[in-house]
């Protein structure tokens, strides 16, 4: 399979815990996005990389979230001191000109 | 924030009907894209219309942009119970670094 890959699918954690999730892209796209998405709502844009530079971050992205991509392949979405809020299906999508493509995302369940 | 707005927010029809959705934006764009998302998993690329350009075909789906009204239509025809799903319009920018979605529209095709 050659699509976007997220991992993990599902994480279930108590208030407080960080979570860390991954993202690996289509191997030839330089850019990368993250994306949040709550129920019956689209996706809202949270950060994006092209190669391994960080260019852009919505104010979504309180500074208990960090992302990373080091080497300008797989990225990774850190949330520290997780809230219940957090609660949401997180979606990792990649491109090399203008259509993004989207992985299956990873749902998030805060207690 | 979310920039497109979907229109109906729930479609309700009988296979073998047409479906067609409605897009509103804010902005001015670069392109405007559609995306297909089946229930708790990622989203699926459609089609992908430029700003220059007025309507778009794929297959079964037929795509309208009117960037003076700042609305794009999709249009399903003769549609199949898999087409069951949620569909969002997405705005791109001049940049294209973040694309902006819609709380979409949730198409149910009753076989």
């Known amino acids: 399979d050659t699509g976007v890959s997220q991992d993990p699918r599902h994480k279930i954690t108590k208030r407080g815990q960080n979570v860390t999730f991954r993202c690996d892209p289509i191997?030839?796209?330089?850019?990368l996005y993250w994306y949040r998405q709550t129920l019956g709502q689209g996706p809202e844009f949270l950060t994006y990389?092209?190669?391994?530079?960080?260019?852009?971050k919505s104010r979504l992205l309180s500074d208990r979230f960090s992302a990373e991509r080091p080497k300008g392949s797989f990225s990774t979405l850190e949330i520290q001191r997780t809230e219940q809020g957090d609660s949401a299906m997180y979606l990792c999508?990649?491109?090399?000109?203008?259509?993004?493509?989207f992985g299956p995302g990873t749902r998030l369940l805060v207690l | 924030s979310q920039q497109g707005e979907e229109d109906p927010q729930a479609l309700s029809i009988q296979e073998g009907e047409n479906a067609t959705m409605n897009c509103s934006y804010k902005?001015?764009?670069?392109?405007l894209q559609w995306y297909r998302q089946n229930s708790g998993r990622g989203l699926v690329h459609l089609i992908l219309?430029?700003?220059?350009?007025r309507e778009k075909h794929s297959g079964r789906l037929r795509v309208t942009l009117d960037t003076s009204k700042k609305s794009s239509s999709l249009l399903i025809t003769a549609s199949r119970a898999a087409d069951t799903a949620s569909y969002f319009c997405?705005?791109?920018?001049?940049?294209?670094?973040?694309?902006?979605f819609g709380a979409g529209t949730r198409l149910t095709v009753k076989p």
């Open positions: 902005t001015s764009i670069n392109n």
């Open positions: 219309i430029r700003s220059n350009e």
């Open positions: 999508a990649s491109s090399f000109l203008e259509t993004q493509y």
């Open positions: 191997s030839e796209h330089n850019r």
């Open positions: 997405a705005t791109a920018t001049y940049n294209n670094n973040d694309m902006r």
């Open positions: 990389f092209q190669n391994e530079a960080q260019l852009e």
